[in-house]
């Protein structure tokens, strides 16, 4: 929840410096929130509905993305093939691992899955999309822009998006992207917010979560007004997120797995030395 | 919420809403600044180690196939 509250309003300030350099930041925020209230007064599919029809969209943008840019490419800027070196590489860059933060929901899917059967196949799956969109991104920018500049503070993609174009009709298309980018993050909220509640609904072991629906929304909006510019919600995407993703999803999320199988192969193993006694 | 039933596309859409939005983001920025040139290099590396990872994560939650502890 902080930092989905966080991630808006480091969406929010770039949109303001982009397009509503005039508005306040309440505005733009409070139009994500109450998009988000809305959607969670309905079911879960259809949020997940709206979803499976916005993704695509958005994964086809970021491959449009990468091949139109193509004719601004310079390969020469994957040299050197180390980078900084072999420890920047692979140690230091296991930080990047935090890119994959999406892992953390395979721990709630179980339950809700429709053919539990197919985890495995939505685990590898996932993955594997989620590396091979990874790759499209990074490449489009790390080929397009020298790498001892940071592309564009605000959203690197965006800055990409700007090079397109065919002719002299068909150029700033950026503003399309922008459109599928909003409706990918108003999804992204109201996912992690689904997903809050009912954590929370089970937590508190309350009946029902409607009452839950704006307090989320105003929690959202309030952690989000929490920094002061959006150098500091930067700065925490940037330097503290990836650590919480490695330390909750990965390293705590598999080390209570582990002790849970543990455990419960232990009681397993107690309950068949009790039925060859008897 | 447990009512619906998430499909495989679904759920595979759910995880990667993540990562999009954080992409969107400084993500890229992020990445390249430690990695700079390297980091296709690095993320062919971690998405090994992530496959790894979400295998074991799939051998562990296997252990408990119809716990609803969500």
Redesign the interface.
């Known amino acids: 929840m902080i930092s989905a509250s966080i991630m808006l309003r480091n969406f929010c300030e770039g949109l303001k410096i982009i397009y509503y350099p005039m508005t306040n930041i309440v505005f733009i925020l409070l139009m994500f929130v109450i998009a988000v209230c809305i959607a969670n007064k309905l079911d879960f599919n259809s949020t997940l509905k709206t979803n499976l029809l916005i993704l695509p969209l958005v994964l086809a943008s970021i491959i449009f993305l990468f091949f139109a840019n193509i004719q601004n490419f310079s390969p020469q800027r994957i040299f050197p093939i180390l980078g900084h070196g072999l420890t920047e590489t692979f140690v230091t860059g296991l930080l990047n691992l935090s890119a994959f933060g999406g892992i953390a929901y395979l721990y709630f899917l179980p339950p809700l899955l429709k053919e539990p059967q197919k985890l495995k196949k939505v685990t590898l799956l996932s993955i594997g999309m989620t590396a091979i969109y990874l790759l499209l991104c990074i490449s489009a920018i790390l080929f397009m822009f020298p790498s001892f500049i940071s592309a564009n503070e605000i959203s690197p993609l965006y800055n990409a998006a700007r090079y397109i174009e065919f002719g002299s009709f068909f150029q700033r298309l950026e503003s399309i992207f922008l459109l599928f980018w909003m409706l990918a993050f108003a999804c992204y909220l109201s996912i992690v917010t689904k997903f809050s509640m009912n954590i929370f609904k089970k937590i508190t072991s309350i009946s029902t979560k409607k009452p839950l629906i704006d307090i989320f929304g105003l929690l959202i909006f309030a952690i989000a007004l929490l920094p002061e510019n959006f150098a500091v919600s930067s700065n925490f995407e940037s330097s503290i997120y990836p650590y919480l993703v490695l330390g909750i999803v990965f390293i705590l999320g598999i080390s209570i797995l582990v002790l849970a199988s543990w455990k419960k192969h232990k009681k397993r193993i107690v309950n068949t030395e009790e039925v060859s006694n008897e | 919420?447990?009512?619906?039933?998430?499909?495989?596309?679904?759920?595979?859409?759910?995880?990667?809403?993540?990562?999009?939005?954080?992409?969107?983001?400084?993500?890229?920025?992020?990445?390249?600044?430690?990695?700079?040139?390297?980091?296709?290099?690095?993320?062919i590396?971690?998405?090994a180690?992530?496959?790894c990872?979400?295998?074991?994560?799939?051998r562990?939650?296997?252990?408990?196939?119809r716990?609803?502890?969500?």
Not at chain 2, 1 to 17: D, N, P, Q
Not at chain 2, 60 to 65: G, H, K, T, V, Y
């Open positions: 919420m447990l009512k619906y039933k998430v499909g495989t596309l679904e759920a595979v859409m759910l995880i990667l809403t993540i990562v999009i939005v954080h992409t969107i983001l400084s993500l890229p920025r992020d990445i390249l600044v430690i990695t700079s040139s390297a980091t296709i290099l690095n993320l590396y971690i998405t180690i992530a496959l990872i979400g295998y074991f994560i799939y562990l939650l296997r252990n408990f196939p716990s609803r502890y969500y």
